[in-house]
């Protein structure tokens, strides 16, 4: 490479590139300007051509020096979903048995808690919580206030709450606890919880506002204190054991009067061989109706089970009440002919569906009713083309029960079965390893003696797991009240009967 001048002004000579040249001709020279001008442009095109085959020849060099192998290219790598694509994880309690298992006294529930991570998820423990919960919430009016307002009261009693954790570090009251990872994927940790050999109330759902659930929730504690996940509340229902009494025959008469309360209809009597029924159990009685006015025969019988809901909640102003009914069965019955007195035999199975035991907790009273709607009618003057007639109805009370007295000696401690108003016995959780929770004794006696050789003032205590601690049961209760327009709240139902009672009898 080399430097020529022309003109007084330099040029860059590079090899296989000639200068410029000077055009000294007028006619055949500006032929040899254009030949020249078309030669520069090749040349011109030649040499950028050449410069960047030679820094793309470099950058490769550079790039295949840097790395370990030179005749492998680059592998591509997935970039993970960001993190606004990822579904939240998940926990949920899983029941061996599922929706169809009813929680009984005395008896063991297994089951598991699911974790669905999505990501790592750093917590401190994870719970699964068991409880029993009973609502009573009424809308009543608001007469305090000029203007038309109505409120909301609700009490919340809850019979029992206990939990165990299934995984991470064991609470201390006295420190903070620490943490653990776990890497996304599917988790699944089992528990078991046997029931106390007590009766509570029901699982029950009426009257509106008025409830008794048994609830199950998991929970994922957060690391240091920081907010975790919670499992939606799964409800499966619960049954005491109540075992019906030995038969005992009775009867119920009753006069009945017609429906314009004007005079007496008729005398109706019932004889029941028991008090008590269990679902599924053969029902028989028998009817006697006897019509007082001479001109009056019985028609028609129509027969109802009923099942009789009943909810208060004891306020400052009085005690609130809701009332609800179902019925569980409705048949007509034959009648014959007859000339004012008729005996008529009733059999029918009692059924399964709806039909749990008659029970009354602290706010919720279930209890039920046979009725017979029974229509009388004149023939005392035959011209009359459409004859006077007249309804009423005869009620039965009966209870029910769900174990019939003669299978009493097939249920293991069933003697043994308290109640719950007398028992502080809670559901205790235990290691799901093991068949049945480990018999224990809590002592009521002194701490035990240190022996000799133990530094002063130290002492030694019983030691049992943790998980296998009996906690007697504390029952808890929150009272929540708030205004509202005329209207709000239909689900509630109508305005509470409001009654001047201020105690908790029944």
């Not at 960001?82 to 994880?89: C, G, M």
């Not at 063991?108 to 919960?133: C, D, E, M, Y």
């Not at 039909?355 to 009273?365: L, Q």
């Amino acid at each position: 490479m080399s430097t020529h001048s022309l003109s007084g002004m330099q040029y860059l000579v590079i090899p296989g590139f000639d200068g410029p040249t000077s055009s000294t001709s007028s006619s055949s020279g500006s032929s040899n300007n254009d030949g020249n001008t078309n030669n520069r442009r090749r040349r011109s095109r030649g040499l950028s051509l050449s410069l960047a085959d030679m820094v793309a020849t470099t950058t490769r060099n550079k790039r295949n020096s840097t790395g370990s192998n030179h005749s492998a290219p680059p592998e591509s790598v997935s970039a993970p979903p960001p993190p606004s694509e990822l579904e939240p994880s998940q926990v949920s309690v899983e029941i061996e048995g599922g929706q169809q298992l009813i929680i009984r006294p005395n008896r063991i529930i297994r089951g598991s808690v699911v974790l669905r991570a999505t990501k790592p998820i750093h917590a401190t423990q994870i719970r699964v919580k068991f409880r029993a919960v009973e609502v009573a919430m009424v809308r009543v009016r608001e007469t305090s206030l000029e203007h038309k307002l109505e409120r909301i009261d609700q009490l919340k009693r809850t019979y029992f709450d206990v939990d165990t954790r299934v995984w991470g570090n064991e609470a201390s009251d006295f420190s903070v606890r620490t943490w653990e990872s776990l890497e996304p994927g599917d988790h699944r940790f089992p528990f078991a919880l046997k029931f106390p050999n007590v009766n509570f109330p029901p699982s029950v759902d009426d009257p509106l506002g008025f409830s008794i659930h048994y609830i199950w929730t998991a929970h994922v504690d957060g690391a240091g204190f920081q907010p975790g996940l919670r499992s939606r509340e799964y409800i499966l229902p619960y049954r005491p054991i109540i075992c019906a009494p030995p038969p005992q025959e009775w009867s119920l008469s009753e006069t009945l009067y017609k429906s314009d309360k004007k005079g007496p209809m008729a005398r109706a009597t019932a004889v029941l061989p028991q008090h008590v029924f269990c679902p599924d159990e053969p029902f028989s009685t028998n009817l006697h109706i006897e019509c007082i006015p001479n001109d009056l025969i019985v028609t028609d019988v129509m027969l109802s089970l009923k099942k009789h809901y009943e909810g208060k909640l004891q306020l400052q102003q009085g005690t609130a009440y809701k009332t609800a009914s179902r019925n569980i069965l409705r048949s007509s019955v034959s009648v014959a002919g007859n000339n004012g007195t008729i005996s008529i035999p009733i059999q029918f199975q009692m059924p399964t569906r709806l039909v749990s035991p008659s029970f009354a907790s602290k706010h919720i009273r279930v209890y039920y009713s046979l009725t017979f709607h029974i229509q009388c009618e004149s023939v005392g003057n035959s011209l009359i083309i459409k004859r006077p007639s007249w309804t009423s109805s005869f009620s039965i009370p009966i209870a029910i029960a769900n174990l019939p007295n003669d299978h009493l000696l097939r249920i293991p401690d069933l003697t043994s079965i308290q109640s719950y108003h007398t028992s502080n016995e809670a559901p205790l959780f235990f290691d799901p390893a093991l068949e049945e929770p480990p018999a224990f004794q809590m002592s009521d006696g002194p701490l035990m003696t240190p022996p000799l050789q133990s530094p002063p003032n130290y002492f030694s205590l019983p030691s049992m797991p943790p998980q296998a601690a009996q906690r007697e049961r504390v029952e808890q209760t929150s009272f929540t009240s708030r205004l509202i327009k005329p209207g709000f709240a239909p689900e509630l139902g109508e305005i509470a009967t409001m009654a001047e009672v201020f105690d908790d009898d029944w």
